[in-house]
């Protein structure tokens, strides 16, 4: 789904992604893509930030509640540095920055597409630390009885800290594992989506019990 207001930019982002192989539906506005969001039940959302009536945020955040792993790549202005870290705290999995090349946008939506594949593909099928828990066959994640409700990369990067609890990740090696190698984002993507994920499951996030920061090189899920 392309949610973007300016019909020559959605239909150019809408022919690139037809000739990679995806079904698209164009949508001008946030109040649309809510109405065709169940019936089309799309895969990725490509969602601009400038829209009219409902902004690209608020989107972002009902899309979440609607359908928590579905892939949302938010498009932001040029120096807009701001626009970015907001909408990944509110759940975006990734953004571009206009003007931009569409086959860089096509990459980014089979690298993400990729990621969530994996982590229902995964063979491990459950992961426990203290009283978190990981589903990976059924893709859900418990704080002991409570089910949390985790975005695709936020997912996957729990995967990762629970596989090896007390392994020290660098920001980039967190960046190359989650969002794979070819990523052309910056390591701020790293610390946003460890700050969601402290939101989610910390009693107090700022002093968090479970993801640790290793000051000088990233973080680590505290040893047992």
């Known amino acids: 789904m392309i949610v973007e207001d300016e019909a020559s930019i959605r239909r150019f ?4 992604l037809n000739r990679s192989g995806f079904d698209v539906l164009e949508v001008e506005s946030g109040e649309k893509a809510l109405e065709h969001f169940k019936s089309f039940i799309p895969e990725a959302v490509i969602l601009d930030i400038m829209l009219p009536g409902i902004d690209g945020f608020e ?16 498009l932001t ?9 907001m909408g990944l705290e509110i759940g975006a ?13 096509i990459a980014r939506i089979r690298a993400n597409l990729r990621k969530a594949d994996s982590v229902r593909l995964v063979a491990d099928s459950c992961l426990s630390y203290i009283d978190l828990k990981l589903d990976t066959a059924a893709q859900r994640f418990y704080k002991g009885k409570t089910e949390i409700e985790l975005t695709p990369t936020e ?26 190698k070819n990523y052309f984002g ?3 993507t ?6 969601r994920i402290r939101e989610k499951i910390e009693d107090d996030p700022s002093s968090p ?6 000051w000088g090189v990233g973080y680590r899920l505290r040893g047992e």
């Open 186 to 188: 910056d390591m701020k």
């Open 93 to 105: 999995d990734d953004y571009m920055v206009k003007p931009f090349n569409p086959l860089e946008l």
């Open 13 to 16: 982002i809408a022919i690139n």
């Open 77 to 85: 202005a040029k120096g807009q540095d701001m626009d970015k870290i």
């Open 155 to 180: 997912f996957t990067i729990m995967k990762v800290l629970m596989k090896y609890p007390g392994k020290a990740f660098s920001r980039d090696e967190l960046l190359n594992i989650v969002w794979g």
């Open 190 to 195: 790293v610390d946003v989506h460890i700050r």
């Open 209 to 214: 019990q479970f993801i640790e920061t290793v």
């Open 59 to 74: 989107v972002c955040q009902r899309l979440r509640e609607i359908m928590p792993a579905v892939i949302i790549i938010m």
